[in-house]
Nanobody, 114 residues
Framework: VQLQASGGGLVQAGGSLGLSCVAA????????MGWFRQAPGKQRELVAT???????YYADSVKGRFTISRDNTKNIVYLQMNSLKPEDTAIYYC?????????WGQGTLVTVSS
């Protein structure tokens, strides 16, 4: 498995979800990992990134609501999403933040109802 995201689902606005992504060691390693999302009819966008030593970046649209973290011993990156909004509805993927692997995996669908 190169990249396998999970944890998506249907949630009401204001609710929370936690996503996980297991990555192959060759992808995870010491790379900056990121969560991306693609909403219907829109381009894929970067949501958050985390360096191997825990420095984080968030897109303005999710700042203060989402938290990215990683477990370097298990090659897993997490995304805790709180105060979800309908506009957060998308397929969520993880990948290297710089020079992403060409194989994105299936992602995990997050649907936020109003």
């Amino acid at each position: 498995v190169q990249l396998q995201a999970s944890g998506g689902g249907l949630v009401q606005a204001g609710g929370s979800l936690g996503l996980s992504c297991v990555a192959a060691g060759s992808i995870f390693s010491r790379n900056i990992m990121g969560w991306f999302r693609q909403a219907p009819g829109k381009q894929r966008e970067l949501v958050a990134t985390i360096t191997s030593d825990g420095n984080t970046y968030y897109a303005d649209s999710v700042k203060g609501r989402f938290t990215i973290s990683r477990d370097n011993t298990k090659n897993i990156v997490y995304l805790q999403m709180n105060s979800l909004k309908p506009e957060d509805t998308a397929i969520y993927y993880c990948n290297k933040a710089i020079s992403p692997s060409p194989y994105w995996g299936q992602g995990t669908l997050v649907t936020v109802s109003s």
